[in-house]
């Protein structure tokens, strides 16, 4: 049960005062989720939209401010790259809210809904950054953020290589940048520094020419080679994401497969609302379920991989393989 | 571009990295070549893994150019022109 479970259920009292106008906007907010009941009597934690874990310093100084007045000594930091300020009182939910939203912070959310998306730095600071992760996050971000009822909550990540520090595989709807290299043999000078660079051993020196020979097999796309050869005979083909779903974390883990290859930018948000559309549908009736856990019956994997290929398009993985348990808990037999 | 003005394939200076690890191999790799003019040429020395496979990549980011590789072994000589 999550913890803010009790909040929402109905019959539930919810510890508002009984009058002055921020009582019903408690309600409404309370409703809408980023506001956390904690263990102790009359204390929440509010969880702020941080998407792709970036924060302007003006909207860093006013939730030490509101934290200051109306938290306890301390911020959290989530797990999905959010700030959370503990410790507020149900009655001031409403003067943190408005207060942030001064400078444009916003309360996260959660329960069935889209949540914040996450991304790491990308290719604006990060050196082997691929794609702008940061950009891609704050569009899906303003787009789908919130988007509900769904079946179950619904998380993304933006990675900008495949180094993939936001754990794409692990989200129901994952992007991962990628560069597909190829060879400009005239251009090339057999220095032999690409084959040295790939850690993946993706690329092997033929013995009589010196010529480096692409192994796509072993390849992550992950443009070392690129950054490495110093005469740019090493270029990128295609740049694109790889697209992730059904994965998860929790009480039960599913690695998410990927469905498509060196996705355009301008696809991303079309891909997020076919997903989002697909999981509403055929998530219905069905309970409290993840993505991912849907997919894992076969025919449900098949009509999903078929019902994505128009959207997909050319990028789309060919008999994609479906998305794996990835059980953590030792499962005693016979349990 | 002249003879005079080419770069020189033979350098005065060479920098052995092999015993440094990252990120102390790139910030000597750094220092050696902040110590050189625009154009001039050094030689670095790096081990085959780590070195080998984030330096190069690193020195092109910041506008150095690889003008020759050899392998000696389980080691890299890489003649680096600086801001060519």
């Known amino acids: ?335 | 571009m002249n003879d005079e003005k080419r770069p020189t394939l033979r350098p005065r200076r060479r920098v052995n990295l092999t015993a440094s690890r990252c990120p102390i191999s790139m910030v000597r790799a750094k220092l050696a070549l902040d110590a050189l003019a625009a154009g001039e040429t050094i030689e670095l020395v790096l081990a085959e893994g780590e070195q080998i496979q984030d330096i190069p990549r690193t020195l092109k980011q910041e506008g150095h150019r690889v003008l020759r590789v050899n392998r000696k072994g389980a080691n890299y000589h890489l003649i680096v022109c600086k801001g060519c």
Request: proline content about 7%; aromatic content about 6%; overall charge positive.
């Open chain 1, 1 to 335: 049960m999550d913890r803010n479970q009790g909040v929402k259920s109905k019959g539930r009292k919810v510890r508002a005062p009984a009058e002055g106008p921020s009582a019903e906007a408690d309600f409404v907010a309370l409703k809408a989720g980023g506001i956390i009941r904690q263990r102790q009597k009359d204390r929440y934690t509010m969880r702020l939209k941080c998407p792709g874990g970036r924060l302007p310093l003006e909207r860093l100084a006013r939730i030490l401010e509101v934290a200051h007045r109306y938290g306890g000594d301390h911020v959290h930091l989530s797990a999905r790259q959010s700030i959370e300020i503990p410790y507020v009182s149900l009655s001031d939910t409403d003067r943190v809210r408005r207060s942030l939203a001064e400078v444009g912070q916003e309360i996260a959310s959660c329960g069935a809904r889209v949540r914040v998306p996450t991304a790491c730095a990308g290719c604006e600071l990060n050196p082997l950054g691929l794609v702008d992760t940061q950009r891609m996050a704050r569009l899906a971000c303003d787009r789908f953020f919130g988007q509900g009822p769904l079946p179950h909550k619904f998380k993304m990540a933006f990675s900008g290589c495949p180094n993939d520090c936001p754990h794409t595989s692990t989200n129901d709807l994952g992007f991962q940048g990628a560069v597909e290299p190829e060879l400009d043999e005239g251009a090339c000078t057999q220095c032999g520094l690409c084959v040295a660079a790939c850690k993946e051993g993706a690329i092997r020196q033929d013995s009589a020419t010196s010529t480096p020979r692409w192994i796509p097999e072993k390849c992550l796309y992950c443009g070392d080679c690129v950054r490495a050869c110093p005469v740019d005979a090493w270029r990128a083909r295609r740049t694109g994401w790889m697209v992730r779903v059904g994965g998860k974390h929790g009480r039960h883990p599913i690695t998410g497969a990927t469905v498509a290859e060196f996705l355009p930018d301008e696809k991303v948000l079309e891909t997020i609302e076919a997903v989002l559309a697909w999981y509403r549908k055929f998530g219905q009736g069905k309970g409290r379920v993840r993505l991912g856990a849907l997919l894992l019956e076969p025919r449900t994997w098949r009509q999903f991989v078929a019902d994505l290929a128009p959207v997909l398009g050319q990028w789309a993985v060919r008999n994609p393989s479906p998305p794996r348990p990835n059980e953590i808990h030792l499962m005693k037999s016979g349990a």
